[in-house]
């Protein structure tokens, strides 16, 4: 698809993200050989708990996920490449894996969605490479005894998400989504990265970026309000703009009310089904999450909508049930 296509669509309707994958993945009970194949087999670190592996170990598994997704109602589906970059996965000592995660990653998602438009070819379906945020922070050191410190570099961090998202273009991806931002350097490094990456390739297409709140701060972890994540992130030419994580749509509301004032591109959010209870589960009902959201649809905050950590196709059923009733937020200064 085009970024064309997908403005297209963003311009008429309000389009469905999917939901959670390791929500899901859970549910599948796998064990440590489900995230081994040949070529892994004999690899001498524990890879159970590396769900980015089983798009090639598990492409079974993967493939049914996003199958559900698309059939409760989803417009773009996440590839299962979160944790796909040689930073993250060097704490599985498979930096040399990262090309094959992040393809396959995008190749099963697309086949997925492929699926689904020519059993409806006048509905779009997009696949979005999921791009994490890696588990390091440029802006803040691990080491209280050391603030000067910084476990990964700018460029380090550029490498790493250029290389990811070459797999995810080859593989198939329509759109980039740099994802759960909560170093704002991080995020620009990726960006950085893509932006450098189409100028080298002349081959451009959509890029969503999204933040995470921590808490009710308001703030990302870093430090920075939602306004200033925006500023700091306005100078790329940005499909979307939103927020994802952390907590659930009642209390991310107010949040993305300044992001719909102010942002110069179209607004996702994919909140978590509620807030976790104490055994860090998540216990509100897709109803619940609908009701909810609902308050967002009647503002006008959203064009993208979707579910983030204890959200399964119920919910983005219930979602996209709700969302069908409602205009998408209006970016007429955009547009024109």
């Known amino acids: 698809m085009s970024k064309a296509d997908i403005r297209s669509e963003l311009a008429q309707r309000i389009l469905i993200l999917d939901g959670a994958m390791g929500t899901m993945i859970q549910r599948y009970s796998l064990e440590e050989e489900d995230f081994r194949n040949e070529k892994l087999k004999d690899h001498d670190h524990p890879l159970k708990g590396n769900n980015d592996l089983l798009s090639f170990t598990r492409p079974d598994v993967i493939k049914a996920i996003h199958t559900e997704y698309l059939a409760a109602g989803a417009d773009i589906i996440e590839t299962n490449t979160f944790s796909g970059t040689t930073i993250a996965q060097a704490d599985y000592r498979l930096e040399h894996m990262v090309y094959d995660i992040n393809y396959y990653g995008a190749k099963i998602a697309r086949d997925a969605a492929d699926e689904f438009m020519k ?40 490498k790493a998400y250029k290389d990811q998202a070459i797999a995810l273009i080859e593989g198939g991806a329509d759109i980039l989504l740099i994802e759960t931002i909560f170093d704002t350097l991080n ?120 579910g983030c950590c204890g959200s399964t196709p119920d919910h983005i059923k219930a979602m996209a049930e709700v969302a069908a009733k409602f205009a998408p937020r209006k970016l007429e200064e955009v547009e024109a």
Do not use: W
């Not at 102010?262 to 998540?282: H, T």
């Open 187 to 306: 995020s620009k490094a990726a960006i950085y990265a893509i932006m450098e990456l189409f100028e080298e390739t002349g081959n451009e297409i959509p890029v969503m970026v999204s933040a995470t709140i921590t808490d009710a701060s308001g703030r990302t972890l870093s430090g920075q309000t939602t306004e200033a994540f925006l500023i700091s992130v306005s100078h790329a030419p940005l499909l979307s703009v939103g927020l994802n994580c952390a907590l659930g749509a009642k209390e991310l509301r107010p949040y993305l009310q300044v992001l719909a004032k102010e942002a110069p591109f179209f607004v996702s959010a994919y909140p978590n089904a509620g807030l976790p209870n104490e055994f860090g589960q998540y216990d509100e009902t897709p109803a619940q999450m609908a009701e909810q959201i609902t308050e967002f649809l009647e503002e006008g905050l959203v064009n993208i909508l979707g």
């Open 119 to 158: 059993k409806d070819p006048s509905r779009p379906r997009f696949v979005a490479g999921a791009m994490g945020p890696t588990n390091r922070t440029a802006s803040i050191s691990p080491d209280v005894n050391d603030p000067g410190y910084r476990a990964v570099t700018f460029d380090e961090l550029a």
